[in-house]
């Protein structure tokens, strides 16, 4: 039972790169979120997705877009990668918002 | 939106000793509280939540309390073991609507021999 499955789990850039973070869950989960996690500043919502077709913005949008590829996945991506989006990315599901979410356990991206 | 402060920023504490972590909010219309646990190199793991209608809730060494009136809530670990050595979030959102989940800034336990 692997829960959120997320690829790769670390990752180096160079500034003005592009990446596509995924994320995967077998759960039955109808709700997913994209995280992102600096020192001090705990977890940060960027975009989530309440059901299969759709998304919307959390609190730290800005330089990312998402893809709700089906109910099993969602995908995370950087469309030209500046060194402030270092950081760990997690990915969660819960059954529906505002259940309990489960976490796969991130990926650590670096942007030179 | 909501704002949810969490302290200390770290705590150390004796195996056996007890740990307490506290956290507010500013929505009063949150109604749900998780708490996770974070260990190195993890993403977080939910430990236990609590729901509005309830003050106080527990799970073997682990309780979560609840105060309405002041907008804060506290996580509570008793007989503490090195295991428990990790970063603690709370988070606070309005469960069944569309709320989001809004986390503190996390705890970083320690528990020495």
Partial sequence: ?112 | GENVEQHPSTLSVQEGDSAVIKCTYSDSASNYFPWYKQELGKGPQLIIDIRSNVGEKKDQRIAVTLNKTAKHFSLHITETQPEDSAVYFCAASISGTASKLTFGTGTRLQVTL
């Fill in chain 1, 1 to 112: 039972n692997a829960g959120v499955t997320q690829t790769p789990k670390f990752q180096v850039l160079k500034t003005g790169q592009s990446m596509t973070l995924q994320c995967a869950q077998d759960m039955n989960h109808n709700s997913m979120y994209w995280y992102r996690q600096d020192p001090g500043m705990g977890l940060r919502l960027i975009y989530y997705s309440a059901s299969e077709g759709t998304t919307d913005k959390g609190e730290v949008p800005n330089g990312y877009n998402v893809s709700r590829l089906n109910k099993r996945e969602f995908s995370l991506r950087l469309e030209s990668a500046a060194p402030s989006q270092t950081s760990v990315y997690f990915c969660a599901s819960s059954e529906v918002v505002g259940q309990p979410q489960h976490f796969g356990d991130g990926t650590r991206l670096s942007i030179l």
